[in-house]
T-cell receptor
């Protein structure tokens, strides 16, 4: 199984709402990633968890709050977002190794903030 | 982290071989070169990875010259379904991943 699943596929939220994005993988990967991708732009790294610990935070605003409850799950909690946060949010996972490990991406959650 | 430069877009016809070159002049000794493919509204998908010389798998070949300052992704006999964005990444170990601008390949019938 080389699949990374993400739910929901689409999400519309107001600026005062609280919502969560969910990502799951069962490949035994111990690194999990969140990316943000705007239209016609490359994915931008937001957070990385390694062995369920936050390893990288790319200076992401605090209205985005990641959580890694176990080695298979990754959440992204959203609160008080802005319209400019509308984007495709991608989750990925990989092995933890000594060189650039292949990342497996989910299909993404398309987020619209009104 | 090495910065990569790729052509913004390329056009091709079905059945042709497509070569996409990536420039990475500041590549470090420990860096590997990785290519991903992305279709609209999908996550990127790993295509191929290499360190030097030539790597080939069932979908593509990767050519890396001795100085490693560039690399070329070769897609043999492309089809309409190969229309996508192709990203070249150059990084050593660790998790900090930076995607370049990518090359939009459009395959025509």
């Amino acid at each position: 199984d080389t699949e990374v699943t993400q739910t929901p596929k689409h999400l519309v939220m107001g600026m005062t709402n609280k919502k969560s994005l969910k990502c799951e993988q069962h490949m035994g990967h111990r690194a999990m990633y969140w990316y943000k991708q705007k239209a016609k732009k490359p994915p931008e790294l937001m957070f990385v968890y390694s062995y369920e610990k936050l390893s990288i935070n790319e200076s992401v605003p605090s209205r985005f709050s990641p959580e890694c409850p176990n080695s298979s799950l990754l959440n992204l909690h959203l609160h008080a977002l802005q319209p400019e946060d509308s984007a495709l949010y991608l989750c990925a996972s990989s092995q933890v190794g000594s060189y650039q490990e292949t990342q497996y991406f989910g299909p993404g959650t398309r987020l619209l903030v009104l | 982290l090495a910065k990569t430069t790729q052509p913004i877009s390329m056009d091709s016809y079905e059945g042709q071989e497509v070569n996409i070159t990536c420039s990475h002049n500041n590549i470090a000794t420990n860096d590997y070169i990785t290519w991903y493919q992305q279709f609209p509204s999908q996550g990127p998908r790993f295509i191929i990875q290499g360190y030097k010389t030539k790597v080939t798998n069932e979908v593509a070949s990767l050519f890396i010259p001795a100085d490693r300052k560039s690399s070329t992704l070769s897609l043999p006999r492309v089809s309409l379904s190969d229309t996508a964005v192709y990203y070249c990444l150059v990084e050593a170990g660790g998790f900090k991943t930076i995607f370049g601008a990518g090359t939009r390949l459009f395959v025509k019938a």
